[in-house]
């Protein structure tokens, strides 16, 4: 069993930054592959970022390349979402998946953990 919390969301003007955390416990975080997600109303969940195991390689969406840094923290079992040069269509739900693999992936189907979501607003 994996359990994952995030934390960092809020509210912040356009512009600004905010850093995501998620938390995860369970014995599979070292040798898994985690992925950033986010989701607007209305719109399909979409990966923003990923990650594999060691940190080695990266995905990130056109949208945020530039401004968003996906990293991970092996020995605090935590993954962390730099946000920089917020924009308001940046505003979702965001959301950290761990999937049963070392590699990188975007596929929301290919993650077989998630967390309860951050909400990010970006005002303008």
């Known amino acids: 069993q994996v359990q994952l919390v995030e934390s960092g969301g809020g509210l912040v003007q356009a512009g600004g930054s905010l850093r995501l955390s998620c938390a995860a416990s369970?014995?599979?975080?070292?040798?898994?592959?985690m992925g950033w997600f986010r989701q607007a109303p209305g719109k399909e969940r979409e990966c923003v970022a990923a990650?594999?195991?060691?940190?080695?390689?990266?995905y990130y969406a056109e949208s945020v390349k530039g401004r968003f840094t996906i990293s991970r923290d092996n020995a605090k079992n935590t993954v962390y979402l730099q946000m920089n040069s917020l924009k308001p269509e940046d505003t979702a739900v965001y959301y950290c998946a761990v999937r049963p693999w070392l590699d990188v992936a975007q596929d929301p189907k290919q993650y077989a953990y998630w967390g309860q979501g951050t909400q990010v607003t970006v005002s303008s």
């Open positions: 369970g014995r599979t975080f070292r040798n898994s592959g």
């Open positions: 990650i594999n195991w060691s940190g080695g390689s990266t």
